[in-house]
């Protein structure tokens, strides 16, 4: 009986348009997670894909031993595909001169992921290639052939063998981005290796296993092998754990994605809060009769419950066709920029946007659902007896419930849904305390004689419980805009300043004190800019209060972020200054007073961290023969994604004026200048030249990919939020409704009713931007320090930008829903209110 | 069919209780028609609501068709509702996401009853607004949205029908016809009428009047209640 009757409701109701509200409220939270889920599921494949060239695979196995024989062989059980990889670092003899190189033998199936670069000659513009040096042959860097003064086709002496210079590689996808880690590059064939015997004793030989496979057989062999991995030994890699600009960068977009979501859901959830409440109030005088005619509790019940089941399935199945066109649009209007590809298919995005559906819809109807079922049917006699409950801490549990229940499920992540869910509940609270400042005000300045802002102030006033819920409801959806907007700007912002147009495309080093000048005049000559010039030796550090750090130091080989930085320990870029450098940052002690007697010495944070150095500790540092001690006095905090000279340790100057030092220091040439390269270097046949051009190139380009991706996500969850806001007026108009008819037909013109809509409306879009503005600069300053590692910033513009923002859209709703009512004839508006 | 006695309802306000119905004491034979007539705020409307069960008394005991009402809860209330009373209201009460047909098929769904459909064509038919049967509230006039509130009032047959200013949203054209076919329904149907109005050629019509005033019932009321007692 219940269910036909249930059925018949929610057909004439469906028909009649009465639950397009809360259809419409969950068909938004449906699509809205769907699209921006998938869309960022499907980019953050792309764009780990892309990233993927930049270890060469999907997975990369470094090892300082070679691995077991069965580890390789359970990833031919699942399907991976593998490449081998052994380097080592070694002095290469050609031409009587020698020289320290990066040492790198492949096997024929390297690279899985990305390509190798050869160029025709050196430093000629690289090209890419499927293959690689042939046995017998090495292909080195355009550097090596200057330094070594070679040629193509000359032989070269690589430990115990001969091999002949068979090309030039330009670069190769797992070089890594430290400028001043690498060494010149050298690439061989596997075959080859054994001849060399750099892997006799005593020898540092490591071995890198590259892995490409589905994410299904990834994952099962991350699960496999995370248990045997000895972390003195090996170092599992995914793009994903990458701490380089690019992995960070695809991190943070990640999390960006991530806290849109759960933003959309937010906003989806608000809004279906508000259809709920506006459906059960509406449904008060139904629940009266059945009552009335003998209907149970538990009746009632079912009728609601299935009707509400039945809107929510109706709106997850629209939601999830409207989620699934808005994504493709969206892909498709980004194709030529972004590459994603729609073929593949994943179902967490459908059954999270499923979830949530469900999640919001029941979990957000409760309380409306609860004050329904308990509407006595005495209401059929008496019109004013309303839900006989009223239970604000019910309603604030299972909203507040919800929504960080969802945030939880969804992002994983407690601390991203602590900050939002804590920032909330703040603005709530804020909210709840400014709406008895208006109720106060209200009552100042709603006296006096009928006025379009007496009207508004006195609903402010009079309303001040309804207006408190709308207020809140509003200030949230603007908060959670602004949040998106303002990281947005903020995270591209800082993309963009660290590799702003001109950054240095090419470093050069050991220049010599004696070149300086004349380096500085040739090229002032022609037309290039330097940068910074800093002074640099080759130092290793020994010992750390007399006790040597061996031991520290063979762990942090297998421990250091990138490839780059591995030397550290035996030998590190050591520089001197008199200021820290732009973009490090004083974390603790002092910067040199030069008042000491002691020499002092500044150390980078995280390095000192991992080998437990601390301020007061006395560094022993081996420069060539001699010993130099100096104590640490300060920390710094260096940004290692900008694309600039940055070291471990920096010394005193005053400590180093006896040591001869080299210089380094960039500049920067655009693609068309690229032809005076050989010009510039000519000469200073001693100074080596680090292209980083292509490197930033693509690092630009990702960053400018992403850039995009979250302008789209920033775009949807704009249109998520104005459709938000239109709900919501429309709600509120509703419950307005009423007064507004008994004004207009009483007489009161349009204008006055109108006026006192706008005003109304205005006064709480002010408010609510107002308080929006003030929970996004703390949501956003939480954010940022702890979520996204980001610098915070003040954001003073929003504070007055927010609440005109919020005046002008809700104003200007309000006026659009106001001007609809009005526009209907007034018997008929009478008709439907009674 | 209805018995009470010293009904008393009191309720609270911000200057302490006021109480509306004092010790009322009656009763009603089945197929009676009763008019409770009065003047607004004399508490008639008060009286009928704890009569048909929709709000519990303070204090006394009222009897419906031979079961204690003052002894059940919500739940029991709302079952004896469902199988033995009606109700016709001033403000009809339809439900507006029903058509009429579903309207007065509402009552037979909430009882169980089978055949329902075709019953309430009939009835339909008999207040005179088959023709009528898919329109919604909002698209009949006053008087057709009573016929069917009337309607959906008798498809159960109940043994009590509770009428609240059945015509007082009427103008009189339309409200004679309300009457008429009220009273010839019940006369039909053999129900017992409880009818609260403050129409007195309403109230005449009725077998049997009671005066309510300032919560108690009138002399002629009290004669009665005396001849219970």
Known sequence: MWANLAWRLFRHEMRRGELTIILFAIVLSVSAVLSLSLFSARLQSALTEKSAEFIAADRELVSSKKVEDSWLQKASQLGLNQALQRYTRSMVF??????????????????????????????????????????????????????????????IEIGDAVLKIGGVVADIPDRGFSVFGNDHLLLMSMQDFAATHLDGPGSRIG???????????????????????????????????????????????????????????????????????????????PVAIMKTLGASRATVQKIYLVQLLLITFSAIAIGLVIGFAVQQLVIQAVADKVSVDLSGWYWQPILMAVFTGFICALLFSMYPLMRLFSVPPLRVLRRDIGANLSSKSIQLLSCGGAIFLLMLIFSGDWKMSLILFGCGILLVLGLIAF?????????????????????????????????????????????????????RNDMIGQWRAQLPQDTPNYFIANITAQQLPELKQHFADLNVKTGDLYPLIRGRMAAVN??????????????????????????????????????????????????????????????????????????????GARVLEAKVTSLREVNWQSMKPNFYFVLQPQAMQDFPATYVTSFYLDGQDKALLTQLLAPFASISLFDVDARINQLREIIDQVSLAVEFILVLVLIAGALVLVSQVQASMDERQQELTILRTLGAKGRLIRLSVIFEFVIIGLVAGLMAAAANELTLYLLQSQIFEME??????????????????????????????????????????F | MIKTRELTKTVPTSDGTLQILKPISFSIEAG??????????????????????????????????????????????????????????????????????????????????????????????QVGLSHRADHYPNQLSGGEQQRVAIARAFICKPKILFADEPTGNLDAENGQKVEQLLFSLNRESGTTLVLVTHDTQLAQKCDRQLIMQAGQLSEAIKQEAQRVG
């Not at chain 1, 030994?233 to 759960?262: C, M, N, P, Q, T």
């Not at chain 1, 923002?805 to 004839?825: E, T």
Request: net charge negative; aromatic share 8%; with cysteine.
């Open chain 1, 207 to 285: 071995y890198s296993y590259f892995f490409t496979g589905t994410a299904a057989q990834l994952s099962d062999y991350d699960d496999w092998i995370t248990p045997n991995l000895n972390r003195e030994l090996h170092r599992w890699r995914s793009i994903e754990d990458d701490d380089s600009a690019i992995g960070r960068s695809v991190k943070r977009a990640e999390r960006y994605f991530l806290l849109a979501s759960l933003l959309a859901i937010v906003l989806a959830s608000v809004s279906i809060a508000v259809a709920a409440q506006r459906y059960s109030q509406r449904h008060f005088d």
């Open chain 1, 435 to 487: 709406t008895f400042v208006l109720i106060r005000l209200g009552h100042k300045l709603g006296q006096g004689r009928i006025s379009a802002w007496q009207l508004a102030w006195a609903r402010i006033r009079r309303r001040s419980m309804d207006n408190a819920v709308q207020l809140i409801s509003f200030s949230i959806t603007l908060l959670l805009l602004l949040v998106v907007l303002v990281m």
């Open chain 1, 94 to 155: 050609a031409n009587n001169k020698m020289q320290l190189v990066d040492v790198r033998a492949v096997d024929n199936h390297y690279p899985l992921k990305g390509k190798v670069k050869i160029s025709v000659t050196p430093f000629a513009p690289p090209q890419e290639t499927d293959t690689l040096p042939k046995t017998g042959e090495v292909w080195i860097d355009s550097r090596l052939f200057q330094v070594l003064q070679v040629n193509l086709g000359d032989d």
């Open chain 2, 32 to 125: 009676e028609t009763v008019a409770i007539v009065g003047a607004s705020g004399s508490g008639k409307s008060t009286l009928l609501s704890l009569l048909a069960g929709l709000d519990t008394a303070t204090s006394g005991e009222i009897e419906l068709n031979g079961q204690r009402l003052d002894k059940m809860d919500e739940e029991q209330r709302a079952t004896l509702r469902g199988q033995d009373v009606g109700f016709i209201f001033q403000a009809f009460m339809l439900v507006q996401s029903l058509t009429a047909l579903e309207n007065i098929l509402l009552p037979a769904q909430i009882a169980g009853l089978e055949n329902a459909e075709q019953h309430a064509k009939n009835i339909l038919e």
């Open chain 1, 546 to 623: 007399g006790e040597m750090v061996r031991t520290a130091v063979s762990k942090d080989d297998d421990d250091t972020e990138n490839r780059g930085r591995r030397g550290l320990g035996r030998e590190a870029g050591l520089t001197w200054l008199d200021q820290i450098q732009d973009g490090n940052k004083l974390v603790a002690g002092k910067w040199f007073s030069g008042q000491s007697d002691e020499l002092e010495v500044s150390v980078e944070q995280k390095i000192a961290e991992r080998l437990d150095i601390k301020l007061g500790d006395v560094l022993t540092f081996n420069i």
């Open chain 1, 792 to 833: 915070s910033q003040f954001h003073w513009q929003f504070w007055w930008q927010a609440p005109l923002i919020g005046a002008g859209l809700v104003g200007a709703l309000g006026a659009a829903s106001c001007w609809r009512l009005l526009s209907l004839n007034t018997a008929h508006l009478l008709r439907n209110m």
